[in-house]
């Protein structure tokens, strides 16, 4: 529908107000099987099953780093060094950066996003071992 709306308001003006981008609001999967319990430290920052928000990131966006799989957001160095998951897109962001305060992050944090783009765990004292659990839980292959 969304798509229909969009190629019309190409060359009808009046389809515009169909594909308003403030009426349309992507799934959340907060009640999924497949994303983790939120994290309770977390104070503010999207939730996990929300889909990522749009963030200025360097020369580009959020949403454009991610590789084809899992992706893991971290905002420390050395916990990207540490993380050596074969098929996992590791992102550092800067944990002074306005995306962290945006994510309600701190350096020791961690977002596991699924290849849809939707957040599927996030750890307010990430390591590599819960974030590897995060990865298999959402996966389909662990329990809780």
Known sequence: MRDAALNLALSHSFAGQLANPRQMTPYTYCD???VCADDPEFKSGPQVGAMLPEA???DGYLTGKPGA???VLVFDKR????LDIA???VI????ESEVAQQF???QSSAYLVRPDLHIAAR???????TIQHALRFAAGEVLP
């Open 79 to 82: 916990l990207a060094n540490d």
């Open 92 to 95: 550092l962001i800067d944990a």
């Open 56 to 58: 200025r990131i360097g």
């Open 69 to 71: 799989g899992f992706s």
């Open 87 to 89: 098929g996992v897109a």
């Open 32 to 34: 999924s099987p497949v």
């Open 104 to 106: 309600g992050a701190r």
């Open 123 to 129: 750890l307010f004292d990430a390591t590599p071992a």
